[in-house]
């Protein structure tokens, strides 16, 4: 008999400015990622989004009120639920809190897809592109 799953709540945020999107080197450096972190007590997962923006990426914006969705990973033991914001930056900091442990890049979104792993952000990625463009132009782009 298999042991029940340990569920970890995470929220993350896709961090956009200028039509791009930003990702961040895992604390390994070895995959790219958007910013995330575990839930705190007493904290939304909101602000835990924008928390790790800030820590992760040293961006400061605003968030989109509902979630994009959610992807799972497994990591730490168990499988981390991770909720994702859109989050538009509006200021880009040049030191932060994790300056030293990561790499911040700025991409096409395209491009940031190409560089993430997990399938189920990706496909947030995409879809979330796909409906700024929407409401950034009226209609969809061919």
């Excluded at 509006?90 to 442990?101: F, G, I, L, N, Q």
Aim: net charge negative.
């Amino acid at each position: 008999m298999s042991s029940p799953t340990r569920w970890i709540n995470q929220a993350a945020a896709l961090a956009v400015k200028d039509g791009q999107v930003c990702l961040v080197t895992s604390s390994s450096g070895r995959r790219w990622v958007i910013p995330k972190g575990m839930l705190e007590p007493g904290k939304t997962s909101a602000e835990i989004a924008m928390q790790e923006a800030w820590e992760e990426a040293g961006l400061v914006g605003r968030l989109q009120t509902a979630p994009l969705g959610t992807y799972q990973y497994q990591k730490y033991g168990g499988t981390c639920l991770v909720t994702v914001f859109l989050m538009h930056v509006t200021e880009v900091a040049d030191d932060w809190p994790e300056r030293d442990v990561r790499t911040r890049v700025w991409l096409q979104p395209e491009e940031a897809i190409d560089l993430l792993e997990e399938a189920a952000l990706r496909d947030i990625v995409q879809q979330s592109m796909r409906e700024m463009e929407v409401d950034l132009l009226g209609e969809p782009r061919p």
